[in-house]
T-cell receptor
Framework: AQKITQTQPGMFVQEKEAVTLDCTYD???????LFWYKQPSSGEMIFLIY??????QNATEGRYSLNFQKARKSANLVISASQLGDSAMYFC???????????FGSGTRLLVRP | NAGVTQTPKFQVLKTGQSMTLQCAQD?????MYWYRQDPGMGLRLIYY???????DKGEVPNGYNVSRLNKREFSLRLESAAPSQTSVYFC?????????FGSGTQLSVL
């Protein structure tokens, strides 16, 4: 069964606008974490943001925020004020404390238009 | 700070050849991981090692073996490479749930 689902293979956004990248997950573990990673064309994996399943508030890191809706099992990434350098692949990932490993979604390719 | 170091960065093999991908971390992390990334796809877990002396299969372990040589090093071995193993391989390490990744090894099997 797919544990992490990213339904948007590709997205466009205009520079300086906000964009939301979708992620839904499936787990029966009460203790888990959700991550977003950025992979630019150079190929490295860059950690962006983390949300724990018990965190009461949505995580924020600069222009990145995670819209965590636990009942809906979604963990969408919001990028505000998009920049050209935001063009990259974005991966949602889930950590389950019971399995002690990180599982990735298939990714969303974001292209920021000038 | 070196972080997670993978060698080699690029490798071309012929079908049936063997090779070992090396990974070392200098962050004193307990856990280490090997992932593969095929074009247009996310990372899939091959093997992981939650602590020194232990290894476990991930999502796609077939055709691979691993060795956790010590706390710093975690190697991935392809005994008889196949074209289906053409991929980018990432090593990662963690103390808890946050993983730190190496820069990847691009492997082509002809």
């Amino acid at each position: 069964a797919q544990k992490i689902t990213q339904t948007q293979p590709g997205m466009f956004v205009q520079e300086k606008e906000a964009v939301t990248l979708d992620c839904t997950y499936d787990t029966s573990d009460p203790s888990y974490g959700l991550f977003w990673y950025k992979q630019p064309s150079s190929g490295e994996m860059i950690f962006l943001i983390y949300q724990g399943s018990y965190d009461q508030q949505n995580a924020t890191e600069g222009r990145y925020s995670l819209n965590f809706q636990k009942a809906r099992k979604s963990a969408n990434l919001v990028i505000s004020a998009s920049q050209l350098g935001d063009s990259a692949m974005y991966f949602c990932a889930m950590w389950e404390d019971s399995s002690y490993k990180l599982i990735f979604g298939s990714g969303t390719r974001l292209l920021v238009r000038p | 700070n070196a972080g997670v170091t993978q060698t080699p960065k690029f490798q071309v093999l012929k079908t049936g050849q063997s090779m070992t991908l090396q990974c070392a971390q200098d962050m004193n992390h307990n856990s280490m991981y090997w992932y593969r990334q095929d074009p247009g796809m996310g990372l899939r877990l091959i093997y992981y090692s939650a602590s020194e002396g232990t290894t476990d299969k991930g999502e796609v372990p077939n055709g691979y073996n691993v060795s956790r040589l010590n706390k710093r090093e975690f190697s991935l071995r392809l005994e008889s490479a196949a074209p289906s193993q053409t991929s980018v391989y990432f090593c990662a390490s963690s103390r808890n749930e946050k993983l730190f990744f190496g820069s990847g090894t691009q492997l082509s099997v002809l």
